[in-house]
Nanobody
Framework: QVQLVESGGGLVQPGGSLRLSCTAS????????MAWYRQAPGKERQLVAQ???????NYADSVKGRFTISRDNAGNTIYLQMNSLKPEDTAVYYC??????WGKGTLVTVSS
């Protein structure tokens, strides 16, 4: 079992920045990939960014160049630095571990 706790969401103006955090606890040695997903109202959940144990990363086309996924040295916390935010980035952002476990999500609202 893995528990995931996200933080860092909130209200930000277009063009602003936010940093999300996700801390994993439990059987973290089994985690080979961690990721951020998001779900906007009325839409399906979609992958935003993922980081593999090797350190390699992938991003959705819609966030490339604006979002950066990273992790701490211990490897149990991942971050999502979001810059140049747009209203269409508004969604609940979820942390995922090993494509199995989910956090409860944190709401990001981009609005003036």
């Amino acid at each position: 079992q893995v528990q995931l706790v996200e933080s860092g969401g909130g209200l930000v103006q277009p063009g602003g920045s936010l940093r999300l955090s996700c801390t994993a606890s439990g059987s973290i040695v089994s985690i080979n990939v961690m990721a951020w997903y998001r779900q906007a109202p009325g839409k399906e959940r979609q992958l935003v960014a993922q980081m593999f144990f090797s350190g390699s990363t992938n991003y959705a086309d819609s966030v490339k160049g604006r979002f950066t996924i990273s992790r701490d040295n211990a490897g149990n916390t991942i971050y999502l630095q979001m810059n140049s935010l747009k209203p269409e980035d508004t969604a609940v952002y979820y942390c995922n571990a090993a494509r199995l476990w989910w956090g409860k999500g944190t709401l990001v609202t981009v609005s003036s």
